[in-house]
């Protein structure tokens, strides 16, 4: 059983472009979360998603950030027009669906570096 | 508004015992978690507590108090690979998973 999968792991943007992180959860798995973990701090939560349904995104930014979870394949995290600010690890992290809290498994996360 | 707060940066001798702390207010609680994350690696589960009191797990121990909103992490036996940042995270929400408030991580540095 593959752990929850991202890529790239690495990615590098020049401003202005578009970044695409991809996420597949762990098989089974029908909840995922993105996180945010800027140099030197720690994990801040984007995104929240079940399978083709935002259940929340207070933590995503109004502008140029999107996520989606659609009915097959991975959970896509599209990052328009990207800034410096955006440099950044991205964490992936899903969890099955259960009544009562379990763990979240994460993934390698992907870095993002905007040049 | 969700705060939760861990100490920055700790260190500690092999073959010691470190214990960090961590407190939290939430507007929900639904069990507190603590995580592992090597530098440049994803972060790993290390003990979940929904009652109050301790839960042991080998070298480590994860205690609980919800009135105080206060949690602690107790390493035993320390080795060098336990340097790491350690990571208090809350859950708020009921029936599902929900958001986790993850904490800014205390550092762990343990010296030969």
């Known amino acids: 059983n593959a752990g929850v999968m991202q890529n790239p792991r690495h990615l590098v943007r020049r401003r202005g472009q578009e970044a695409r992180l991809r996420c597949s959860p762990m098989?089974?798995?029908?909840?995922v979360y993105w996180y945010r973990q800027l140099p030197e701090e720690g994990l801040k939560f984007m995104v929240y998603?079940?399978?083709?349904?935002?259940?929340?995104e207070s933590g995503m930014p109004k502008e140029r950030f999107s996520a989606e979870f659609p009915k097959e394949g991975p959970s896509i995290l599209r990052i328009q027009q990207v800034v410096r600010g955006d440099s950044a690890a991205y964490f992936c992290?899903?969890?099955?669906?259960?009544?009562?809290?379990?763990?979240?498994?994460f993934g390698q996360g992907t870095r993002l570096t905007v040049v | 508004g969700q705060n939760i707060d861990q100490p920055t940066e700790m260190t500690a001798t092999e073959g010691a015992i470190v214990q960090i702390n961590c407190t939290y207010q939430?507007?929900?609680?639904?069990?507190l978690f603590w995580y592992q994350q090597h530098a440049g690696e994803a972060p790993t589960f290390l003990s979940y507590?929904?009652?109050?009191g301790l839960e042991e797990k080998g070298r480590f121990s994860s205690f609980l108090s919800r009135s105080k909103g206060y949690s602690y992490l107790l390493l035993k036996e320390l080795q060098m690979k336990d340097s790491a940042s350690y990571l208090c995270?809350?859950?708020?929400?009921?029936?599902?998973?929900?958001?986790?408030?993850f904490g800014r991580g205390t550092q762990l540095t343990v010296w030969p």
């Open positions: 992290a899903s969890s099955p669906p259960s009544t009562t809290n379990t763990e979240a498994f």
């Open positions: 098989k089974g798995h029908s909840h």
């Open positions: 998603l079940q399978k083709e349904n935002i259940i929340d």
């Open positions: 939430t507007s929900g609680f639904n069990g």
């Open positions: 507590n929904v009652l109050d």
């Open positions: 995270d809350v859950a708020d929400r009921g029936s599902t998973l929900g958001r986790l408030y």
